[in-house]
């Protein structure tokens, strides 16, 4: 994947760019499915069935790092895990899980019934040939650790309690859009070695429409954190969509939504900007479940 052409369009707070998806990978974004059961591609499906009778797990989405499945637990589940990750269940028996950036090659999936019994699916999830830049340059220091820490804690305990916040949002169920379309700088997943110090992972995309321009919300949710005055950030949006699931908009000129409302799928929520650590307009959009990095290119597909 090329570097950004430009450097109005890259985040030096949460890294810069990202990895280009393999055609291997690119097959897991049509239907999967386990068992023989039909899964449906996660650019036209409605989320999971919603049907709660079948005696096996099934599901669709994308089988690769930095991935995730929509899916349907078996009929008499009472909890699901990923590996040893506890899954949200819906009374319905639908659930979300997603796979880490880093996530190893397989993580099993498990459905502890009302009966006693338990069953299990292995997940294969595709590996990713991710860019990685080696830089014969010391990686940049952000002065006396401790000194920093004194100012960017507050930031930090802040961003991890808004995304601790369980809200009842059903943002998850959707098919998420593009929260703005314009030039793409930075992919998820790249990282640069500094003579052999690793940097951060870019954990998000960057989308440079130009300064002002308005972005929405890519799917309903609730805002758990809207402020501004981060070192890093900027000016700052999460919403919480559910069960585990959460979008970061990073370097806002503008905030248009306030903490505690709850948004629709398309709504204005701010304006692209440059503010925090950045060294032009643009809009860095991450997404995590729990503690899980992805893609939201595997949430939109392509932009149109």
Known sequence: MPRARSPRAACSGWNDAGAMLKPHVLGVLGAV?????AASDPATSQGPPQQWQDARFSFNGALTQGGFVRGLAPSGTTQVTLGDQPIALAPDGSF??????????ALTLTAQLSSGKQLSETLAIAPRAW????????KRSSGSSEAYWASREPEYNAIQAARAQVTGAAGWRQNFIWPVKGRISGLFGRQRIYRGVPGDVHSGIDIAPGLGVPFVAPADGVVVLARSGFSLEGSLIIIDHGHGL?????????IVVQEGERVTQGQHIGNVGATGRATGPHLHW??????????????????N
């Open 246 to 254: 959460n979008s970061a908009f990073l370097h806002a000129a503008r």
């Open 131 to 138: 860019k990685i830049d080696h830089v014969n340059a010391a």
């Open 96 to 105: 979300l899980a997603a796979f880490d950036r880093d996530s190893p090659a």
């Open 33 to 37: 499915a386990l068992a023989g059961l």
């Open 286 to 303: 991450s997404l995590k479940w729990n503690a899980a990095r992805l893609d939201p290119l595997l949430f939109t597909g392509p932009m």
